[in-house]
């Protein structure tokens, strides 16, 4: 690091010395001076920022570079021959052009950089670790549930996150159909699209990458994760057991909501509110704030109030969590609430 700093002085005293000699553009020796001492701090700059780019947005940059600058070429070939009177205006314009196609392409070739294949080419590009195995493949039915939108604020989520075209594609079809409930489902996952996209620390792409020869959006899905070496992101079933047989690696909405519920040992002793009569004799059910059944022994005459209860047993279904516990009215039978608040009737969250 010290040799690295010494050789950035002695870039710009170098620098600077040469325009004190040479004094380009006419200046004196103080103002040439400075001049390049400017240029030279702004090169390290330039340097250390460029030292942070991966290869693959380097790469990008610098095809985009190219392509922006031949089509300034092209752009003012036709331009110099319309034959205008002011040829100033004319140098001026094919200038502009030029920084404008070479910006623009410079700035659309980093950022698509991130697509590049350079594990393909092999040799030094074999080694290079972009940022693809942080791919995050957004699925239409995990944009409609709309809790990914609440995980990525909370900063769990890194990496890049790719919504396909043929997705967004799905998602509008359902927001234009004709049943009022389907459509409603598909403006609130364009909604969550568009709330996704305006965080500042998460890095959104759609991408127009398709399979026209797979006709189902999950293998589509599926395709491009393997393409990419990317991970998919939903809350369907099917999907996540199909793509599992392929290799691909799932992230589950609804096991990541498995997962985070509190954890109850048997013997221990919990507060529920008895909302309905169970399917046994003399039981009643109840459910957690997170939607989790407790499936309640003597309780059926507890029905509409709240009481302390005894885990028995934690059971973990494809469904979710179910727990059993029972009631002894003669151990729990001061710790009743009559007439306590009602809360919704909740189902099992699905993984």
């Known amino acids: 690091m010290v040799d690295l700093i010494v050789i950035r002085i002695v870039f710009v005293a170098v620098l600077a010395a040469c325009a004190y000699v040479l004094k380009p553009f006419g200046a004196g020796a ?29 790469i990008g940059a610098a095809i ?5 600058i031949f089509g300034a070429f092209l752009m003012s070939m036709v331009i110099s021959n319309i034959g205008a009177k002011d040829s100033a205006t004319i140098h001026f314009i094919q200038v502009g052009l030029l920084l404008w196609m070479t910006y623009v392409g410079l700035v659309i070739g980093a950022n698509k950089g991130d697509l590049l294949n350079l594990s393909a080419l ?8 972009g940022p693809k195995k942080a791919f995050k493949i957004l699925d239409t039915s995990v944009i409609i549930d709309g809790r990914i939108a609440d995980i990525a604020e909370t900063g769990f989520l890194d990496g890049l996150v790719v919504i396909p075209q ?23 996952g364009l909604d969550i699209l568009q709330r996704i996209q305006k965080m500042a620390h998460l890095s ?3 991408i127009e990458e398709d399979f026209p020869a797979v006709r189902e959006v999950d293998m589509k ?22 793509a599992q047989l392929h290799g691909v690696q799932v992230l589950n909405i609804n096991e990541l909501a498995n997962a985070m519920k509190p954890i109850v040992l048997p013997g ?6 008895i909302l309905k009569e169970g399917k046994e004799y003399n039981q009643g059910v109840a459910y957690l ?10 309780a059926k005459k507890m029905i509409s109030k709240t009481i302390d209860i005894s885990v028995t047993s934690v059971l973990q279904t494809t469904a979710g969590k179910m727990i059993f516990g029972r009631y002894d009215d003669r151990v729990h039978g001061g710790a009743v609430e009559k007439h306590p608040p009602k809360r919704p009737e909740q189902t099992p969250v699905e993984s």
Do not use: Y
């Open 268 to 273: 221990e002793i919990m507060r529920v509110f």
């Open 122 to 129: 092999g040799g030094i590009f074999g080694g290079e670790k």
């Open 204 to 206: 959104v792409q759609i």
């Open 30 to 58: 103080p103002e040439a001076t400075a001049g390049g001492l400017a240029l030279g701090v702004a090169i390290i700059l330039f340097e250390m920022r460029v030292r942070q780019i991966s290869l693959k947005r380097l």
């Open 221 to 242: 899905l599926i395709e491009l994760a393997k393409v990419h070496d990317g991970k998919i992101i939903t809350n369907d079933f099917n999907l996540n057991k199909v």
């Open 64 to 68: 985009g570079s190219v392509m922006g």
């Open 289 to 298: 704030d997170d939607g989790t059944m407790v499936v309640v022994d003597n």
């Open 166 to 188: 043929f997705v967004l594609r799905e998602l509008q079809l359902v927001a234009d159909s004709s049943d009022s409930m389907k459509r409603n489902r598909g403006r609130r």
